[in-house]
């Protein structure tokens, strides 16, 4: 490998990947403040990993380099420098109340023996029964977190996207996943194996907000990014900006507008390329769909609305014949609206007409296969609770280019 990242395809041969196994984080769940941590339910943490191990090995299986995103974090503090750094970073943007809670998880964070329990630690957050601190002392609330965990971040299509040979380090749309991108902040500019040569395309301390689950990678030329409930059209503008006076060669940005609704949440989850010319979609969002292509316009950009179908689009500027669009669960409005929950077209494609998903959308992954596409299932009742399938819980770092 040339280069550290090299994502110029949705498609092409997956080669090496990042995760992050769910961990403690997930017993810091509690039906009281399920909204403010986004999510619905709670999952069970030792089913979560074994379908989450089950997936690494669907990956390995096929001889994909899995790299965790906790192993990346704790490699990357490769002197007590950065890691006092990442700690002052941590604590600045953990909404802790008091100084004296603050000063004693920083004691608390200091003192574990190993990086890789710090990084644990600061994923699974704190709560203020472990302050001796705060002992007898009365809060006008019952809220028992110090500092609030982080189980979105098995989903590490969030935090960070790589685009061609670079990175965006997102600005994420809630609060609660903001210090999600602190660890792939330090991971590409600390890490031996990426702080070399990896272009920063977008930074986290931007004012409007981009989620990695609205951005595909179409061809070499050609992104689309989604207009959604976490990503701002603003966003999308500078992200293109950067990406058209960097070398990355895209030339092409589209715009699709999905809607501000959770249940469509990223434009992944109702939208994913699968082979050369086959894409799952949801059929709810083919109604009324607004696409906008983003080109460079001498020293700024040009928006302008398309008036062409999605399907027309894509076979246009992917230089194609045709596409296929293979709706979600066929097309039935009650099985498409339980399957896209599940996550039904939430795809990871590992190869050209080859992807991962989860075993429990049955109607969606027939279709899938008499669509001639290679389809390999794997568990997901405990992981589908966050809201997320396989594509939002991996990032691929390299891609062959096809």
């Known amino acids: 490998m040339s280069k550290p990242i090299n994502v110029y395809s949705e498609i092409g041969p997956l080669k090496t990947v990042v995760v992050h196994r769910p961990g403690k ?13 986004l999510f619905d339910d709670i999952p069970f943490l030792a089913d979560a990993q074994k379908e989450h191990d089950q997936f690494k090995e669907v990956l390995e299986e096929k001889g994909i380099e899995v790299l965790y995103l906790e192993d990346l974090a704790t490699e990357a503090l490769t002197d007590n420098l950065i890691k006092e750094a990442f700690i002052d970073e941590y604590l600045s943007e953990a909404n ?18 190993t990086n890789r329990e710090l990084i644990d630690k600061t994923i699974e957050g704190v709560r203020r029964e472990e302050l001796t601190s705060l002992a007898g002392v009365k809060f006008e609330n019952d809220y028992p977190f110090a500092i609030d965990p982080m189980p979105n971040l098995y989903f590490t299509r969030d935090p960070f996207a790589t685009i061609g040979s670079g990175v965006s380090i997102n600005r994420m749309y809630a609060t609660t996943r903001r210090r999600e991108t602190i660890y792939g902040n330090y991971i590409f500019t600390y890490h031996p194996r990426f702080k070399e040569d990896v272009p920063m395309l977008y930074g986290r301390d931007q004012a ?101 179908s999605l399907e027309n689009l894509l076979a246009s500027y992917l230089k194609l014949d045709n596409v296929q669009l293979i709706p979600c669960a066929g097309g039935n409005i009650t099985d498409a609206a339980r399957e896209q929950w599940n996550d039904g077209t939430n795809t990871l494609t590992i190869a050209p007409g080859e992807v991962v998903v989860y075993n429990r959308n049955t109607v969606t992954n027939k279709k899938l296969r008499e669509a001639g596409i290679k389809v390999h299932e794997i568990p997901g009742s405990e992981l589908v609770r966050g809201r997320g399938g396989p594509r939002c819980m991996s990032m691929p770092i390299y891609r062959e280019e096809i």
Do not use: C, W
Request: no cysteine.
């Open 25 to 37: 984080e997930l017993e810091n769940l509690m039906p009281d403040h399920l909204d403010r941590l």
């Open 208 to 308: 409007t907000s981009i989620e990695g689950g609205d951005i595909l990678v179409l061809s070499k030329e050609v992104l689309a990014i989604g207009i959604s409930q976490r990503t701002d059209l603003e966003s999308i503008k500078r992200l293109s900006r950067t990406i058209f006076a960097s070398d990355q060669g895209f030339n092409r940005v589209l715009g699709i507008d999905i809607g501000k609704e959770r249940k469509f949440m990223h434009l992944d989850t109702v939208f994913t390329m699968i082979d050369h010319d086959k894409f799952t979609i949801h059929p709810e969002i083919e109604t009324n769909l607004k696409v906008y292509t983003i080109t460079q316009a001498g020293d700024d950009i040009s928006v302008t609305e398309e008036r062409e």
């Open 96 to 113: 802790i109340e008091t100084i004296e809670e603050t000063n004693e998880i920083r004691q608390l964070l200091e003192k574990l023996p």
